[in-house]
């Protein structure tokens, strides 16, 4: 081989690589969507949020559910070690979508979120929220919903990624 074929398969080979980076990354954004979050707190300690959801979820009739994670007092909130799933055992997954099974029924609920699992959202808040919505309409109607229960709920917009995380 000589050098300047060398230098011409090396260059391929980047111009590949960076082809290659690009496809994976256009083709993760084409399941990015905007969607609207009903956030009714948020907290920087973890048992503050947990108490305020509890009193929402009784006060409001909506169920609380913290989808089989856990708060490690080092971690904060995680799915534990001993998870089913490996993808997601320690480690936190930020909800995407509005339901969740409870017993054999999708059904919307309250959950627990960190703010860093979201774009755009201030880190270090533990957030309740009542739901997350395809429109601002929907997210603006879900938050008004609480006022009585959560007098500083309102709707913001992130960006989640709705694609398979396996």
């Not at 011409?8 to 290659?20: E, H, M, P, Y």
């Not at 699992?117 to 395809?134: K, L, M, N, T, W």
């Not at 997210?139 to 990624?161: E, G, L, V």
Request: glycine share 8%; with cysteine.
């Amino acid at each position: 081989m000589t050098r300047g074929t060398f230098r011409g398969t090396w260059g391929l080979s980047i111009l590949a690589l960076v082809v290659a980076v690009s496809g994976a990354t256009a083709q993760e954004n084409e399941f990015v969507e905007n969607r609207w979050v009903a956030i009714l707190s948020a907290y920087p300690s973890f048992a503050d949020a947990r108490d305020d959801a509890e009193k929402i979820a009784k006060a409001s009739g909506l169920p609380f559910s913290m989808e089989d994670r856990i708060f490690d007092k080092k971690r904060g909130l995680i799915y534990p070690d001993s998870y089913d799933d490996e993808v997601f055992a320690g480690n936190y997954v930020a909800r995407r979508y509005n339901e969740t099974l409870i017993g054999e029924k999708e059904t919307p609920y309250l959950s627990i979120e960190r703010s860093d699992g979201y774009d755009g959202f201030r880190p270090g808040y533990y957030i309740v929220i009542a739901g997350i919505y395809e429109s601002a309409g929907e997210a603006k109607a879900q938050s008004a919903r609480f006022k009585d229960w959560a007098p500083t709920s309102y709707a913001k917009k992130t960006k989640i990624y709705l694609g398979c995380l396996h």
